[in-house]
């Protein structure tokens, strides 16, 4: 049996946040992602290609958009489970990247994984000293 989604711009986006978010906690908190829902991650960054993409029983119809690589200060908040105000904090202080486009300040998604690693790292570099 094959499920057909077939989702507007704003869902579809909507729903990659969502799973963007849930897959930084996942790292954050060193559990995994489970299967299924990677599969749909993968689907839906597909969703812009030549062929709609078929995944264990997963079809998602063809997109013209692109998807969003970059966070507000609030979505990036949500992924790491703090306040947009302290994401700002961040970025003055110069431990979390954004980027200007326009008058608007976002931080890429790869930069908050990356910083959610590092937080890891040194989680784990305290873990060593007691």
């Given at each position: 049996?094959?499920?057909?989604?077939?989702?507007?711009?704003?869902?579809?986006?909507?729903?990659?946040?969502?799973?963007?978010?849930?897959?930084l906690r996942c790292?954050?908190?060193?559990?995994?992602?489970?299967?299924v829902l990677e599969?749909?991650?993968?689907?839906?960054?597909?969703?812009?290609?030549?062929?709609?993409?078929?995944?264990?029983?997963?079809?998602?119809?063809?997109?013209?958009?692109?998807?969003?690589?970059?966070?507000?200060?609030?979505?990036?908040?949500?992924a790491l489970s703090?306040?947009?105000?302290?994401?700002?904090?961040?970025?003055?202080?110069?431990?979390?990247?954004?980027?200007?486009?326009?008058?608007?300040?976002?931080?890429?998604?790869?930069?908050?994984?990356?910083?959610?690693?590092?937080?890891?790292?040194?989680?784990?570099?305290?873990?060593?000293?007691?």
């Amino acid at each position: 049996m094959t499920l057909v989604l077939q989702l507007d711009e704003w869902s579809a986006a909507s729903l990659a946040r969502a799973l963007d978010d849930y897959r930084l906690r996942c790292r954050v908190n060193g559990g995994r992602m489970s299967p299924v829902l990677e599969q749909l991650e993968l689907l839906i960054a597909a969703r812009s290609g030549p062929e709609r993409p078929t995944v264990d029983g997963f079809e998602l119809a063809p997109n013209d958009g692109l998807m969003s690589l970059l966070q507000t200060y609030e979505e990036a908040g949500r992924a790491l489970s703090v306040s947009p105000r302290t994401v700002r904090r961040l970025v003055a202080d110069g431990e979390l990247k954004a980027v200007r486009i326009g008058s608007a300040r976002r931080v890429h998604r790869d930069d908050l994984l990356n910083f959610a690693e590092r937080l890891r790292g040194d989680h784990d570099d305290h873990k060593e000293e007691d």
